[in-house]
């Protein structure tokens, strides 16, 4: 089973990103998938959960409106796009599946 994670950077306040998060070792369509994201000194924390069939989702309260995410089932990759981005977004974002994390990938934002 591995996840890998892409699509992180430096971006401004305001801007956008778009992570990836290619799937392979399992049979993805079946599965919830996630983004985490942990900030320097804070703990891991949930930021979007999408269900296996795809029509479900949810977000955690700070990223309601801005991020949004979604799932290529075809393709083995769930995504989430961040718009309107803010400094306090700053952190290393992981994609999970039950059983599994990514590698992380860094996004920073900052003027």
């Known amino acids: 089973v591995q996840l890998v994670e892409s699509g992180g950077g430096l971006v401004q306040p305001g801007g956008s990103l778009k992570l990836s998060c290619a799937a392979s070792?399992?049979?993805?369509?079946?599965?919830?998938m996630s983004w985490y994201r942990q900030a320097p000194g804070k703990e891991r924390e949930l930021v979007a959960r999408i269900f296996s069939g795809g029509s479900s989702t949810n977000y955690a309260d700070s990223v309601k409106g801005r991020f949004t995410i979604s799932r290529d089932n075809a393709k083995n990759t769930v995504y989430l796009q961040m718009n309107s981005l803010k400094p306090e977004d700053t952190a290393v974002y992981y994609c999970?599946?039950?059983?599994?994390w990514g590698q992380g990938t860094q996004v920073t934002v900052s003027s």
């Open positions: 999970y599946a039950p059983g599994c």
């Open positions: 070792g399992f049979t993805f369509s079946s599965y919830d």
